[in-house]
């Protein structure tokens, strides 16, 4: 969350970034291939076998910041769902023929806990955060092309990992090269009404990884105080949405956000406090971590998650703000819950306020990644998914920088768990 609030009634995100401007010019065609997606209804069976099929919800941040991170997920998104379903010969595992996916943003407006906090604001509420945002509201598809980076995505000699008319070039060593066209980089996106997408054995859908791509983008619109962990809480508990855990599911999470979670428990009570109440020092970006007594727990949200589903059947991944590359930390922040002991002791994740300019104030980034000269990634200590991870999920849970170049790694990493759990 970053607020310039000197001008009361009005506020911007100090490092919105619209530097990708991925659907203008860039030669959009439509794709009559992706048809719209049906909801099947309920398909809840029991079993005590182990979860046969995914269920997997992502968490997308939609705030002024996101807009190059929301470009480069959809690229990672495609592929990750493409080898859930087509995994290549050198898996060990089988492919997901039962897949469900669906998208929330982290706005939840300046509600907490079911209550509107309007009243509490003590400026004029901004438009993106009135009342309830979106409230955990499955998202739909609202743009009408993406584009995909050539020669990323891998892929086997069927090319079905491929967007269609894309070819599998450069086979190497155990069959695998790189989707390829030698024309345009864009595919066309459905309209979508249905609450989520998938493809079942009874009704494969072989566009779902293109689908699931197109949901990447979700615009930079939302609140400013973004609730990544409660939006996820309120979509699964929405009474028009408790259809999509299905009981012989797995349930995979996962956050994409350069900002710190702000689920908040008493949302009057954090705007009480005078970084909200005091405009003169600009320090509205600091309030929700200098205030965690106002904010839910982990082990209420954590409680929460799983009380839709068993600890064995639930796995939590975070794209978020930790230390990348050749920073200090990295090798702390970066990997499975377990593993990430020493990730909240380094100093990049340290709650560091700093004075931006002109009197605004934020907490110093735990990383940051430029092309060139141009900033494109700014993220905030991304603390309690690290804590979330590596004190509630454990190995059931992996984190890694937004700040990478790359995040294909995690994505297979992230992928080969689940399809070691979903059998």
């Avoid at 955990?136 to 090319?159: H, P, W, Y």
């Avoid at 949901?215 to 979509?235: D, H, K, P, R, Y």
């Avoid at 605004?360 to 000269?373: I, N």
């Amino acid at each position: 969350m970053l607020l310039d609030s000197r001008t009361k009634g009005t506020w911007t995100r100090i490092f919105g970034l619209a530097l990708c401007a991925v659907l203008a010019g860039c030669g959009m065609k439509t794709m009559p291939w992706l048809d719209d997606a049906v909801d099947g209804g309920d398909t809840d069976t029991t079993t005590d076998t182990g979860p046969s099929s995914l269920d997997l919800l992502l968490v997308i941040d939609d705030s002024q910041s996101m807009n190059q991170e929301q470009a480069e997920l959809a690229t990672d998104l495609f592929a990750f769902v493409g080898s859930l379903a087509n995994p290549l010969p050198t898996s060990s595992y089988d492919a997901i023929d039962d897949i469900r996916v669906a998208v929330v943003t982290s706005n939840l407006g300046f509600s907490s806990n079911g209550v509107n906090n309007d009243a509490s604001w003590p400026w004029t509420v901004p438009p993106e955060c009135q009342a309830f945002g979106d409230y955990g509201r499955f998202q739909t598809i609202e743009v009408s092309s993406i584009a995909l980076a050539n020669d990323s995505v891998e892929c086997d000699e069927t090319a079905a990992q491929c967007p269609p008319g894309w070819t599998c070039q450069g086979l190497g060593g155990g069959g695998v090269g790189v989707c390829h066209t030698n024309g345009s980089t864009t595919i066309g996106c459905p309209s979508q009404t249905a609450p989520w997408m998938e493809s079942t054995p009874d009704d494969p859908d072989p566009n779902l990884a293109a689908r699931a791509a197109c949901l990447s983008m979700q615009g930079t619109g939302g609140c400013g105080f973004e609730q990544q962990l409660a939006s996820a809480v309120v979509a699964l508990g929405r009474d028009d949405q408790d259809d999509f855990l299905r009981d012989e599911s797995m349930l995979a999470l996962v956050v994409v956000s350069d900002e710190e979670d702000c689920s908040m428990e008493d949302g009057a009570a954090l705007f009480a406090e005078s970084e909200i109440q005091e405009y003169d020092g600009l320090k509205v970006n600091l309030a929700c971590g200098a205030h965690p007594e106002h904010l839910f727990s982990l082990a209420h949200l954590h409680e929460e998650i799983l009380s839709f589903k068993e600890p064995d059947e639930v796995f939590f991944a975070a794209i978020v703000g930790v230390p990348f590359g050749g920073q200090d930390g990295a090798s702390a922040c970066q990997g499975f819950g377990d593993e990430l002991d020493g990730c909240l002791e380094q100093d990049e994740m340290q709650l560091h306020a700093e004075e931006l300019g002109g009197d605004v104030w934020y907490y110093r980034p735990a990383c940051a990644r430029s092309v060139g000269e141009v900033e494109v990634t700014r993220a905030s200590p991304g603390r309690r998914y690290v804590e979330l991870a590596n004190e509630r999920f454990g190995e059931m849970s992996y984190v890694c920088s937004i700040c990478d170049e790359d995040w294909s790694p995690a994505f297979e990493t992230i992928s080969a768990k689940i399809a070691e759990m979903v059998r």
